[in-house]
């Protein structure tokens, strides 16, 4: 039974922060060999039970709850920092040829390969993924995922329109693969399948309604797409869909939106929309870094919270800027901030953390499985190292309180700040 004494971070049901200066995390084998959290609190509490046999001390470091990325683009490893006008150009001049590449087996399993390494690199141990409309790319990708035994969730794109040569897929075959995909890898180990339309305007009505009775006929998997991102994208949604009342009422018209139904951005939405996004228990994965980088928008905590929809942060790479969750955390602050387009507030530190581990775990479904470090959990966590940098342990050193100790990291990390990240792994 592993033992670890260092300082502790994980949250109670309420999204607060639970901090021990001085904690103790046991972990041990569950009935199928998983390492699950047995015990995590503060060291003068738990050390008569646990403290006894070998212990691993790590001064100086925070044992943390690994990051849960609730979207993120495993092909467009490669087209991150790509300058580009705005969201469409961005796809055809950029992520649309690169994809075109991911045909290839042999390419598809390079990427993934990379793809993974950096997610745990910089503390991510869960991820909801997109991979291209060919289905070797989300073979690559899961296959890459069991080898390290990480919890990831992924599907094979569907785009059967308005796409160019070499990623457009094909209605009926679209609909096949994506079955045989599910049927292949959902539940295996710790792997999800996300029946995943790029988004309304590249998929036909036919498409879309496929899709909707794969999530009728396997309510296990996640679904997950895009909306409500760019105004020139939503116009566009009205042209297609025009009996549709809204962009996102376009899924709800085909059985995509329900629970584990996962829409990146969801920045342009009325107050009907987030009612429906919470009534269907669909929730909002928030892309800060990648809406920044495009100009796409700024998502609207207060209205999220009064609706009470759900929703998590995101890295969406490579619209996206980074794969570390610290610079998503602060963009998000900074989106939180802006008060000209919608009402602006200040995110606190626990809750900016909260959305990137337990709360994205809840917007997931996987509550109580990782994200957190309570007893039951799943034993993904990472070591941080809060003097990794000069400047980062000047400012840590001085910091009075958790808020001040999470937000100086948020600031000031990146993957430097990560020293260790641990899969819980089956024995």
């Not at 949604?237 to 969801?266: I, K, T």
Request: proline share 6%; with cysteine.
């Amino acid at each position: 039974m592993p033992v670890f004494r260092s300082a502790l971070l994980r949250f109670a049901d309420d999204g607060m922060a639970l901090f021990d200066p001085d904690g103790l995390l046991a972990v041990g084998p569950d009935a199928q060999g998983r390492q699950r959290v047995l015990a995590a609190g503060a060291w003068s509490d738990l050390a008569p039970r646990f403290g006894s046999g070998p212990v691993e001390h790590l001064p100086g470091r925070i044992i943390a709850p690994g990051f849960v990325d609730m979207h993120i683009h495993f092909p467009q490893t490669d087209v991150i920092g790509s300058p580009a006008d705005g969201l469409l150009p961005w796809l055809e001049n950029y992520t649309f040829p690169h994809e075109k590449r991911f045909v290839a087996p042999d390419y598809s399993a390079q990427v993934a390969q990379f793809f993974i390494a950096e997610l745990l690199r910089n503390g991510v141990t869960t991820a909801l993924a997109f991979a291209t409309s060919h289905p070797a790319s989300a073979e690559a990708l899961f296959a890459e995922a069991q080898h390290h035994q990480m919890r990831l969730i992924t599907g094979k794109v569907l785009q059967d329109r308005h796409s160019p040569d070499g990623v457009r897929d094909d209605t009926e075959q679209s609909l096949i693969d994506t079955e045989a995909l599910i049927q292949r890898w959902h539940g295996v180990d710790r792997l999800g399948y996300a029946i995943t339309p790029r988004f309304a305007p590249t998929s036909t009505p036919e498409q879309l309604r496929g899709a909707g009775e794969l999530a009728a006929r396997y309510p296990g998997v996640w679904i997950q797409s895009h909306v409500a991102e760019n105004l020139d994208e939503i116009r566009w949604a009205h042209e297609l869909f025009p009996a549709s009342r809204s962009y996102l009422s376009v899924y709800d018209d085909f059985g995509l939106l329900r629970e584990r139904a996962v829409y990146a951005h969801c920045i342009h939405l009325d107050e009907h929309d987030r009612a429906l996004m919470r009534d269907t228990g669909a929730v909002a994965a928030v892309s800060p870094t990648s809406n920044l980088f495009l100009g796409s928008g700024f998502f609207d905590y207060a209205e999220a919270d009064r609706v009470g929809m759900g929703y998590g942060l995101a890295s969406d790479v490579g619209g996206g800027t980074s794969f570390s969750p610290f610079h998503t955390m602060l963009a998000a602050y900074y989106v939180g901030r802006e008060g000209q387009a919608k009402r602006g507030l200040s995110l606190s530190p626990q809750h900016l953390w909260w959305q990137h581990t337990a709360g994205a775990a809840r917007a997931l479904g996987l509550a109580g499985v990782v994200g957190n470090l309570q007893p039951g959990c799943e034993a993904d966590f990472i070591v941080l190292n809060p003097q990794a940098t000069p400047l980062l342990a000047r400012r840590t050193a001085q910091a009075g309180n958790i808020d001040e100790l999470l937000f100086a990291m948020i600031v000031l990390g990146d993957d430097r700040l990560v020293e260790k990240t641990v899969i819980s792994q089956a024995k």
